[in-house]
């Protein structure tokens, strides 16, 4: 609970993808990535719930046995439709704001979501990201926006933006919100790193991340790995990150 207003972390994640199938359930030093995000996005101090959203598809079940035994709840809806899924996960857990972390992301930094929670209530903005403008490493991406934003733009959103959830504030209607952008402090400023979990090379790199580092790594332990150790940036050097569109 933040200024009074129930918060929570919503994850989407399925066993389909076009890169790297099942790569929520990979392992990561023992654990699935999927739990891994769960249990960092535990150590923030303003959710008042962590919900992942998956998919109604049984190829999604061992999604909700990860849940069952982590005792996380679990929300189970559109797979084409994501930004429906969102909506009936937040009104389904009753949330004010939600958190949207995406299920590619093990390396999230409670720091940063708690950052970002704090900077939206004080910039009183329908939406708060640190990735409307690339700074921070993709892998540590947050964003912040209230369910009755949500609301709005589920009246609006076509295509695409149906799929990426709020794109549609964003990219093709920024001038109907509020927009708060925060640009990486200096020592995190290095948007040429990745550490997102999309492809067999980006396993590599995180598996390898999380077999060295403490296991209460910050995002500053991994971007101070990763400038000290160089060879370490290129196991992923040449992946291009999808654009939105192309799905």
């Known amino acids: 609970m933040y200024q009074g207003k129930r918060i929570g972390a ?13 790569k929520v359930m990979l392992s990561l030093r023992g654990k ?43 929300y189970r809806g559109s797979e084409d439709d994501v930004l429906s899924r969102y909506i009936e996960t937040a009104h389904a857990f009753a949330f004010d704001v939600c958190v949207r972390i995406t299920g590619d992301c093990p390396m999230v930094d409670p720091a940063i979501v708690d950052r970002l929670i704090s900077m939206f209530f004080q910039s009183e903005c329908d939406f708060c990201s640190n990735s409307i403008e690339r700074t921070f490493p993709r892998g540590f991406d947050v964003e912040v926006v209230s369910t009755e934003t949500l609301d709005k733009i589920n009246l609006l959103a076509e295509g695409v933006d149906r799929q990426h959830v ?82």
């Open 166 to 247: 709020v794109t549609y504030i964003y990219e093709s209607h920024p001038e109907d919100f509020t927009l708060k952008n925060w640009v990486a402090p200096k020592e995190l400023f290095h948007p040429e790193l990745r550490v997102t979990l999309d492809t067999l090379e980006d396993y590599v790199l995180i598996h390898t991340l999380y077999e060295t580092l403490d296991l209460g790594f910050t995002a500053l332990d991994v971007v101070t790995t990763m400038i000290a150790n160089p060879e370490l940036q290129q196991i992923n050097a040449d992946i291009k990150q999808k654009h939105y569109e192309e799905g």
């Open 32 to 74: 699935p990535s999927l739990q891994w995000i769960i249990e960092r996005l535990r150590n923030s101090k303003y959710l008042d719930n962590t919900i992942v959203a998956t998919v109604s598809s049984p190829s999604c079940d061992p999604i909700v046995n990860l849940c069952h035994r982590l005792d996380c709840n679990y």
């Open 10 to 22: 919503i994850v989407a994640a399925r066993m389909a993808s076009t890169r790297l199938p099942g």
